[in-house]
């Protein structure tokens, strides 16, 4: 049985963790938190997953560099600018480090560090600088809250997640926060995720039980299709909470992986559900696919179809989008064979059958659609591949905030 | 030097071809034309290249049988619904050719058939059998501007266009009608789209230039990413302009892949720009490729970014996420040695070089893109390949649109 409890606090629900967040000026909206610290009390395994977009942020080149030790022991991130394909970026991500290091008597090396925001402006370095050590003097071990607030953009809800879990008998705590809205079509890694756990746990174990999970979680998220160039999951563990350190797979890897997978998956659907101007998470659930990958192709071609998110906006059941969408997806099945049927907490519909329309009541069709969380359960019928993918529904709200997003 | 000549007639610009589209009733709207004929007075070759989804309309695999034989003399099409999908299509789309048949005196057999609209509701066949001896009756050497009418669904504009060309010493024509709009990411064809010729050409080289047009014109068009269940691209040939028949490659023969690709490039700007909601025509041009396939991934990559696509609408040259979406796509290319500039009828501006931005003014940049028709010129700097796609802007209208297009 699992032992997983959610939990709250954010990533300073495990033990030796503060965060924080302020509005130091990056952004126009002089307002919002736009930089963020989360520093652990002691020295943690480091793992992370980055953006495959040949356009990388120059935090990400820094972070890399920083955790190549498989060590690292706190986090630095801004909003409001992405620091990419600016001939400075480097310069100024490690001179951002440095300024971290500083205020918080750490070392530049130390440290994860993340940006979102505009691409290809000049990322600022006076407020960073300004601002910081009255950042590091709010850091507070009830601080996720703010630092969350910190690393968001056209987000409009906050994605902060906690749970609890037992590894050799010890109670372990892991927390998370993220950003999410726009430009999310993740390949190897989304946005930016930070998470914190007091499991000791080895980092080339860390670095595995990361990458293995973000295949089913990160990358089965697409909000537009476009995959960013800052993309960013890291986490780190810094082994408060007494457990024998997790060295190999086992017992205790498995519940390590369970609770990060607890945790990637609500990310996933926090940040799904709050795509830019969305209205709906949608969840594509692929059952009797061939095999698993087939089925993450054709739940995630589901998800990012502009006609079927336009659909699900309007609460219109046009199933045939769906099966349109199934049937261009790169993989290989017998179309004739497909099931569909949409559903929420307010009932369900079957909508095709062996590959064609059945009869349904557009009335009941209404009701179901009219939810907040619309499922679409696909069955290829063909073996035993399974898959989620989530995305959300596309709005006037999405092209009104990519429509003037610099301006 | 080309003797391309631009002339009026669309589909009855070649010798020898009639047409007509009328209001039969199978639309919810009664008052626009909804099925079309297009008839040679003699038979014809015949070619078409059709989706490759998985889910094909019913009128794609009649029309594969009809002309399988490389022969046909007609097209009937109807819009307001793609007989897609249903149990009964193909039954309902070879009864659809029958009735043309004896309307027109012809035999089923030599009719390319095509369905445009909702997917997944049953064809009433009623409305086709009532309105079909009015339309043969109506079929004129004048009718190319009702049948393009009766093919189109959201498209605003009507898609005509036609060329005279010369084969051997003799002037020949060509012509065609297009329906555009949503759903519009073609992989191998795109959309239907008829096209009309009085020069001789046999079926295997007719076939031959088609295939090979399509590869740098219908295939480099996007307007939503999704593609259609029903796209078909179909040239008849009737021979009427005397020239020796082109049977295989040389002077002849290139001289109708020109006609043909003027013919192919119009109509693929025609529909990028008329894409459902679209307030401007993007053209992306990939100059410096590594190799000619590189620069069509890259190409088609920048005008299917919905990101890119809702800057364009907000007239915000937010060139970043150019950027971003030759980053992400899959091809292999040094990133540092990218350049970008947006260009129109007012004029350029460079935005990007080496892979960073440089400084632009941006009120020039709001004047440059206040046109409709926006040019993204890419360089990647690395070799000769070129290839051009072409896309539109993301709007209000798209959502609307779409997100009650069955209601």
Known sequence: MSSLTPIPGGVCAPKGFKAAGICCGIRSNKTKNDLSLIVSDVPCSAAAVYTQNKVKGAPITVTKKNIADGKAQAVVCNSGNANTCNADGIEIAEKMCRIAAEATGLKAEDFVIGSTGVIGQPLPIQPIADGMPKLAAALSYEGSDSAAWGIMTTDTVKKEYGVSFTVGGKTCSMGAIAKGSGMIHPNMATMLAFITTDAAISPAMLQKALSEDIVD?????????????????????????GNE??????????????????????????????????????????????????????????????????????????????????????????????????????????????????????????EVLSAKEIIISVTLGEGTGEAVAWGCDLTYDYVKINGDYRT
Not at 295 to 320: P, Y
């Open 217 to 241: 979680t990160f990358n089965m998220v697409s909000v537009d299709g476009d995959t960013s160039t800052n993309d960013t999951v890291a986490i780190l563990a810094n082994g408060m909470a």
């Open 245 to 366: 350190e997790i060295t190999g797979t086992g017992a205790d890897y498995d519940a390590f992986a369970e609770a990060l997978h607890y945790i990637t998956v609500s990310l996933s659907r926090g940040i799904a559900g709050d795509g830019e101007g969305a209205t709906k998470l949608l969840e594509c659930r692929v059952t009797g696919a061939p095999d698993k990958q087939t089925a993450r192709i054709v739940a995630k071609s589901v998800i990012t179809s502009s006609l079927f998110k336009a659909a699900m906006f309007g609460e219109d059941a046009n199933w045939g989008r769906v099966l349109c969408a199934i049937g261009y997806a790169p993989a290989d099945f017998d179309i004739n064979k497909v099931a569909v049927s949409l559903s929420s907490e307010k009932g369900e519909i079957a909508v095709c059958k062996d590959g064609s329309g059945v009869e349904f009541s557009e009335e009941k069709a209404a």
